[in-house]
């Protein structure tokens, strides 16, 4: 979840009123920001990631001015219409294919506001933005932009201008290699013929979108006026950004100018007005809001928690009302969201809550009382119980058990190779888990009861969760009956009937001293004496005999009979 | 000496210098042999005398039986003669007395000797003559005695009645049986010796056990050892008991506890496909949690198969502008192949949504304790796979009320207490809730994330009422719960720490 800052004298004054700090680290939790920390007066917030609104401290001074009761219902900007116009060339289309735009007049970029503004910017890119994929952001100093402005996109090589804090104009190529901007989101341009890029009339270059702005249009804490654009990929996600971007600088008495921006042929429709923060509006009804809340409130309370939301209401009727929702709520998909919204009005913190008189009975698993029982029965043999993790390495699960391949899960994206694949067997966890006490008393009787992954064509995720039972006996003297005991008892003692043992070669195992035992003609466990060769690779310096038993055909006997 | 033989003398003294073999085999515990051979041995040092003693017990044959309830031959005899006038004939007598002839003929001769009465001859005829009836003979009360007690041994026989007896068993009237024991008597040179070995013995000759066999306790020759002395207050060697593993024990009785309260236990596979883990779930095809750097793709195998075609269809229009749901949906094409591809379970809410698409029927009261999976670098506070406990709630007219009732419930059950519920995100959940617990150490912390499934998710899978889902990150309630601070302890690979857990 998005973390922002914010500097407690400017959120005051941006609300109007001091509230204390203890007051708003009490309030601000119940308005989706959870405060992780205050140092001096700087208050560090996590933002619920659907507010990006609230990624700034404007928009949450917003929110807390309806919640305290400052100023409630919908807020009102006003929108003139600008004279800028930006002409979009259909060689963006399949690069970047859409682009809104915003004129920002007489901001006050106080040392504070202008954080803020770098703040918002990163946090909408990396959020709504999908790290700039889906919305990238140029703010530029206004005044010096000569309009009208073209979006289009050019060959690398016929780019070159001076990148944001640069000294010297850079080649496309140079910019994607050398700035900062470039080497992390490059990859966005991976594959594509041509750049998208945004020049004034002059063929100053405002930005080369999704990477960097120009030096030429450089904002500063002296900027009075702003240009925006934001480029992306998608439209409505595009105005979302712009939506939540102009509003919170409004905030701040900054005037809002809407902007034309004309699409070529293959666009529908092919002129828009950007920036023109039209609210829109949805119904909410009384007895659905009362349904899903339980808060059984009248329609005058309704009304006045809408406002608190920092909705406008329109009564409709006994048990309906009319919401005008601000622009810059790009989170409302549904009814159910406004609900929460004035659950949220409400306060968490005044509901009562009421225990469901819902009547069931409960039940564990057949395979979680089946496992319990096999556990037991281990202990009750002596082994202690390990709890290994499910993701391993390749290195474990094949080489090191002397096997050269083995069909099992393997991961596309593991963060290292010693968790890389998904365990297929238990038993190179166990001899793993032995390797690492060496040092620690003898004799070591250990075992494991979970889970493994094999690959399975039938399943509709090709792979299906198996459960299995390995135990090892680790001592400066162990044989092949000691751990073959075990087994006996063990099948005995969870009835399982009708299965018989035979010789088997197996690599992790010493030849002639590893048997199979086959139920219904299937191999369900493997038992016998491991290998030195194996003990070596795990660095283990006693005589370990072990057997791992797949549990499938037991459980599914067990679950029929219970 | 051997010890037997010292047992032996030593046993003789303690029953006042004279015993039976008998009473040494039953009283020590020793075999007949074993006895005999070290008594003869003691009898040849002259340690001991022995006698032999024969004793013998009695008991009434059938035909005594008869003779002890109805009277002897010959008294019946003189009985009948007596009836007819005190003097008969044989052949009266046997005609009266239902007697055969022969045994007449021998009360006759017991008639005579006891003296009862007298025989006349005269020419071929014989003939008795009585003249009172007589005393009860000693005989005949031996014979009532017998019959009384069953069984009598010589031990409690006179002289007298041990003449009668063996008259009786000529008379075939009771029938013998004959002990033969030894008595034993410790002589003065065999009391010497004894005081003698008593005082070097203990120290030099009794044997000293260390094990105590099955022999020894057999045999009865536990008596004649002495077992060595232990320090019992020296440290013994280490055990281990076979134990559960501590975390898994935490998550059954988290199982149990939810059991308690009604839910019912599901489960679902590891490896996910993203329809189930995301797509059901209304959470966007481009939302950073799908992102590789959130959630475990598979390379093998890259891809499943969507099997429920109409889902997948009712996923799909929820997705792009909402379907029938009320919703505006996300606004974007939504794309098959993403959702066939495989993940690592990055949430159990997978398992909830594969759970209500077969059981939509309320009321429903759901839970799940299992293992999911984000990319991360293990170290004491983050880890790759963790559990995840998940439940939810399924009945008409259930509310935002119900469902902080519920957290509240649980954390009581759980044991944790005050709770404070702040709103939270999830992109499956509208309206959602963060619940908070207060630590004692920690202070306030994220205890669970929970909300209602929105109509997005519930309305494709067919649910018609509202569903109250909860999460808790076990893992951290476990860290907390059981003391452990290194997030990498829950799956210890110490077997010491283990073995002491």
Known sequence: ?562 | MEKVGYEILKFIKERNMETTVKDICETLGLDHSTVMRNVLSLEQKGFIQTFELKEASYRLTDEGKTYALEGLPERKVVETVLMLGGEATLEDIVKHSNLPEKLVNIAFGWIVKKGWGQILREDETVKVKVLSKPEEEKDEKLLRRILFEEEVNTKNLSQEELNIINELKRRRLVLEKVFVDRIIRLTETGLAQLEKEEEIIPKFEIEEITALTSELIVSGRWRQVKFKEYDVTATPPVVYPGKKHFYLEFLDELKRILVSMGFEEADGPYVELELWNFDVLFQPQDHPAREIHDSYQIKNPRYGVLKDKKLVEKVKKTHEKGWVTGSRGWGYRWNTEIAKRLVMRSQTTAVSARFLSEHKKPPIKMFCVSRVFRPDVLDAKHAMEFYHCEGIVVDKNLTFKHLLGMLSEIAKALGIGRVEFKPGYFPFTEPSVEAFVYHPKIGWMEAAGAGMFRPEVTRPLGVKYPVLAWGIGVDRLAMVKLGVDDIRELHSKRLDFLRER
Request: charged share 25%; net charge positive.
């Open chain 1, 1 to 562: 979840m998005p973390t922002i800052t914010i500097q407690y004298d400017d959120l005051c004054e941006l609300l109007g009123r001091k509230v204390s700090l203890q007051n708003l680290e009490n309030v601000l939790p119940l308005i989706k920001c959870e405060v992780k920390s205050i140092i001096e007066n700087q208050l560090t917030v996590e933002v619920n990631a659907d507010r990006p609104d609230m990624f700034s401290t404007e928009g949450v001074a917003r929110a807390l001015k309806g919640f305290f009761g400052i100023k409630t219902g919908y807020p009102t900007y006003k929108v003139r219409k600008s004279r800028v116009v930006v002409k979009v060339d259909k060689k963006v289309k399949d690069v970047r294919p859409y682009v809104v735009g915003a004129v920002i007049r007489n901001v006050k970029l106080t040392e504070e506001a202008f954080q803020q503004l770098i703040q918002i910017q990163e946090k909408l890119h990396d959020t709504l933005g999908r790290k700039r994929r889906m919305v990238a952001i140029g703010v530029h100093n206004f005044d010096v932009v000569k309009p009208p402005i073209t979006y289009t996109a050019l060959e690398p090589e016929k780019i070159r201008f001076i990148p944001l804090d640069g000294k010297e104009p850079l080649s496309a190529k140079e910019i994607l290699e050398q700035t900062f901007q470039g080497k992390k989101y490059g990859w966005i341009l991976d594959g594509f013929s041509r750049y998208p890029i945004l020049l004034d009339s002059k063929g100053m270059v405002l930005s080369m979108p999704p990477i960097i702005n120009g030096e030429y249009t450089k904002v500063t804490t002296s900027t009075k006026n702003l240009f925006i654009d934001m480029t992306g990929l998608s439209l409505h996600v595009v105005e979302q950004a712009l939506n939540v971007l102009t509003t919170n600088l409004a905030e701040r008495g900054g005037i809002v100018e809407s902007v034309k921006v004309v699409y070529p042929k293959g666009y529908k429709p092919r002129t828009i007005w950007t920036a023109t923060l039209k609210p829109f509006k949805a119904e909410l009804n009384l007895n659905y809001f009362n349904s899903v809340s339980g808060l059984n409130v009248n329609l005058k309370t309704l009304v006045k928690l809408a406002k608190k939301a920092r909705f406008d209401v329109k009564v409709k009727g006994k048990d309906k009302v009319l919401l005008t929702i601000p622009p810059y709520r790009c989170d409302i998909l549904h009814q159910i969201d406004l609900v929460e919204d004035l659950i949220i009005a409400y306060g968490y913190n005044k509901i009562k809550p009421e225990l469901p008189s819902t009547l069931t009975y409960g039940k564990e698993l057949p395979k979680t009382r089946f496992m319990r029982k096999v556990r037991e029965l281990m202990v009750g043999f002596g082994f202690q119980e390990v709890a290994n993790y499910v993701l391993t390495s390749m290195e474990n699960q094949v080489f090191k058990m002397g096997l050269e391949k083995l069909d099992l899960v393997e991961l596309l994206n593991p963060k290292t190779s010693e968790f890389s694949v998904v365990r297929r067997w238990l038993l190179p966890g166990l001899l793993g888990f032995l390797s690492a006490n060496v040092h620690v008393e003898y004799p070591q009787k250990i075992f494991e009861c979970g889970d493994v992954v094999v690959l399975d064509e039938e399943s509709e995720t090709k792979t299906r969760n198996e459960l299995r039972v390995a135990a090892a006996i680790c001592d400066y003297k162990a044989s092949y009956e000691n751990i073959q005991a075990v087994v006996y008892m063990l099948l005995k003692s969870l009835k399982v009937e009708g299965w018989r043992i035979e010789p088997k070669e197996h690599p992790s195992f010493i030849p002639g001293r590893v048997a199979s035992i086959l139920l219904k003609e299937r191999e369900i466990a493997l038992l016998g004496e491991i290998h030195p060769k194996v003990l070596e690779n795990f660095k283990i310096p006693n005589p370990t005999v072990a057997f791992e038993l797949d549990l499938t055909e037991p459980l599914r006997v067990y679950s029929s009979q219970t």
